[in-house]
């Protein structure tokens, strides 16, 4: 029998990966937090990276990054990996000081190295991430977390989360008075990923029902309304605007038409949601298992290469054909939990699909870090995005490839150390 090259056999009927395969997570595991301790700058925050893992002093200060490696080293720390608390320890102090707005509180997008902002606005998106970011630290014990949690459920509470409606605002202007009048589903579905974090550390269920209430209307009336090809771009009012961007298609956060990636990342998430709910309805399993079908259905190989395009228009044609680091690890991610949730070997085929493609494509043979992005033609390229800012989705990707579902991957790990939730090694 021939073996693929991330080391599964096609026959497995046990989610538990052999032995090739756990080397090469243990492999990836560690050439991601090796990439990810050059993005700390000692003065604070934490640098944008350049294609070749070196910080690119041209960037500002983005919140959104700083989050994404406090919450990835928080996740080390609890798997009692050396050398990580004091990274934690500064990504906490940055969201503390450097990022945060002293003036009128909640956080900026990005500010620059003599620390004025970049933008007037501060959005949804960063601060799911910095309640992402807060709710790992505080598992993880952190000196500070607590408190930079407590501050973050504040301000999302009090300026992104409408109660009465369900829903998530997108963005103030900086002292919030001024709300921006357009919705999104990218920053929704990560406060979907926050608010289960938040849930589990706190224990206070109302934060899985906000999830709940978010999916619902996005997945299982939106997407569901079009054939599971859910659109980002909303009104104000929460009605699809399916042209928004259209002579930008290529936006790295808005850009025109449906993003496959984001139809794996719902998928993943519904269940994830399942397992925070006392009672979860059935359509959480059914919409997730559409969503991965239409996903690999129509994004991947669509344009006769293999991968997954960035966008697809409303017919389901290509527009922006780039294959992105981050897509193809909510692939991973998706599919490996799927597959522990239902047992269903379609879903490993597909995991093993994902893996094989990444080590042939995605992940440099010589450092084992991830190319960001990739042309039509499956070679390195930056269209969308320069550099390898993100250690994020692919650090995900090797933790969900071994672990059991929980509502936030933070609760996999027992803070002291003991009674760990079981991750295969």
Known sequence: MTEHLSGRRPTRTDPTPDTAHQQLLANQRDALLRAARASVRPEGGFWWLGEHGAPDPRQPLHTWIACRMTHVFALAHLQQTPDTADVVDHGVATLRSTLRDAQYGGWFSAVEL?????????????????????????????????????????????????????????????????????????????????????????????????????????????????????????????????????????????????????????????????????????????????????????????????????????????????????????????????????????????????????VRHLIDPKTGEWHHELDELNQPANRVWHGRPDVYHGYQAVLLSQAPIKPSLAGLYDPMGTDQVEVNR
């Open 114 to 358: 003599g620390g004025e902002p970049v933008t007037d606005r501060k959005s949804a998106y960063e601060h799911a991430f910095v309640l992402l970011a807060a709710s790992s630290a505080a598992r993880a014990g952190r000196p500070g977390a607590d408190q930079l949690l407590a501050e973050a459920i504040a301000v999302v509470g009090e300026r992104f989360w409408d109660e009465n409606a369900g829903r998530t605002r997108e963005s103030w202007s900086r002292d919030f008075s001024e709300l921006e009048p357009y919705r999104g589903a990218n920053s929704s579905m990560h406060m979907v990923e926050a608010f289960l974090a938040v849930g589990e550390v706190t224990g206070d269920r109302r934060w899985a029902q906000r999830a709940l209430a978010i999916c619902e209307h996005l997945v299982h009336g939106v997407a569901a309304r079009h054939d599971w090809r859910l659109p980002e771009h909303f009104t104000a009012d929460w009605e699809p605007q399916l042209d928004y961007n259209l002579d930008q298609p290529a936006d790295p956060f808005r850009p025109y038409g449906s993003t496959v990636g984001h139809w794996l990342e719902w998928a993943r998430l519904l269940l994830h949601l399942e397992t925070a709910l006392v009672a979860p309805p059935h359509w959480l399993l059914e919409d997730a298992r559409a969503l991965f079908t239409a996903a690999v259905t129509r994004g991947w190989s669509v344009d006769g290469a293999d991968g997954f395009v960035y966008t697809l228009d409303w017919s389901d044609r290509p527009v922006v054909r780039s294959r992105m680091h981050w897509v193809l690890a909510e692939a991973i991610g998706a599919a490996a939990t799927l597959w522990r949730r239902t047992g269903d070997h379609y879903y490993e085929h597909w995991y093993q699909t994902f893996w094989d493609y990444a």
